[in-house]
Every structure is written in structure tokens, then in C-alpha cells.
């Protein structure tokens, strides 16, 4: 794959972030209603929401959109500077290998450093032996343990 640029998402990725997310979302069996997909990308391109997307591609064919990452800012109480967390990270199945992720985690870094945020932090499954591999080359994995409460 030629280089390609990673940028924030614009409206007109809404096609192709909407593929790629209800493959996502396939992948982790989860189900939202068109409602949610749309709030969820109004968030996204909203300069205001602290819900943001990288996306690796640009329009066309040539530079098709092939991997996104979702990015939540958020206040952390040791510190002033703003926290990001790495929400989601999606590459197409036929992008895999050609380095998609490390330019999204690499760009989003960028970012990090360029706007002053103390860290980066995600999750993944255990069994995510291929994201995993990424993972430990780019981060260092901590001995925290996850605990969830689902609200209803």
C-alpha cells in the first residue's frame, strides 16, 4: 500500500467510516440501531465533541479510506492535561499488514504530543493476538485489570 494520509474524519467519510463501522461492530457481535450509528458520527465530526476519528485513506478510489481509530478526550485528576482514550481501532481486512494501525496510533501520538495530553491508554481483548502484537510494540502493557457495571 502506497503511503496514505491519516486525518480527521469529514462528513464526507460518512460512507466509508459506516461500512467499516458496522464491521466492527459485527466483529464484536454488538448491535446498534441506526439512531446510535448517526449520533455517533454527528459526535465525531462535531469540532466541539470530545469524541473524535482518525481515518487513514482520503476520497477516491485510488486513496479509498481503509482504517479508522475513535478517541475519546477526558480530565484526569492527577493531572491538567487532557486524557486520550483509544476507543476504537478498525482496519479493512484487505488493509491488514501494511502498517494501517501503526500510522493511526502514530498520528493520533502526534497529536498527543502537538496538544499537550498526558497519555493514550486502550483496551483489547486477551485473545487479540494480532492487535496485540501491535500493541506491544507501540505501548507498554500495565497490570490493570478492567471492572464493568452495565446500567441499564
Known amino acids: 500500500m502506497a503511503t496514505v494520509a491519516v486525518r480527521e474524519a469529514e462528513a464526507a467519510d460518512w460512507p466509508a467510516w459506516h461500512r467499516m463501522w458496522r464491521a ?7 448491535s446498534l440501531s441506526a439512531a446510535e ?3 455517533l458520527w454527528r459526535r465525531i465530526i ?6 473524535g476519528a482518525l481515518v487513514c485513506g482520503g476520497p477516491g478510489a ?4 481503509v482504517g479508522f481509530a475513535h478517541y475519546v478526550l477526558h480530565p484526569h ?3 491538567s492535561q487532557m486524557v486520550c482514550y483509544l476507543e476504537d481501532l478498525w482496519v479493512e481486512p484487505s ?11 502514530d498520528a493520533l501520538l502526534a497529536r498527543g504530543r ?17 492487535a496485540r502484537a501491535l500493541y506491544g510494540r507501540v505501548a507498554q502493557l500495565t497490570d490493570y485489570v478492567r471492572y464493568d457495571i452495565a446500567l441499564p
Open 95 to 105: 488493509a491488514r499488514g501494511a502498517g494501517v494501525g501503526r500510522r493511526l496510533i
Open 114 to 130: 502537538d496538544r499537550g495530553w498526558r497519555r493514550i491508554y486502550w483496551h483489547t481483548e486477551a485473545d487479540n493476538a494480532a
Open 46 to 51: 462535531d469540532p466541539d465533541n470530545p469524541v
Open 37 to 39: 450509528n448517526e449520533e
Open 24 to 30: 466492527n461492530c459485527a466483529h464484536f457481535r454488538a
Open 77 to 79: 485528576t492527577f493531572s
Open 62 to 65: 485510488e486513496d479509498a479510506v
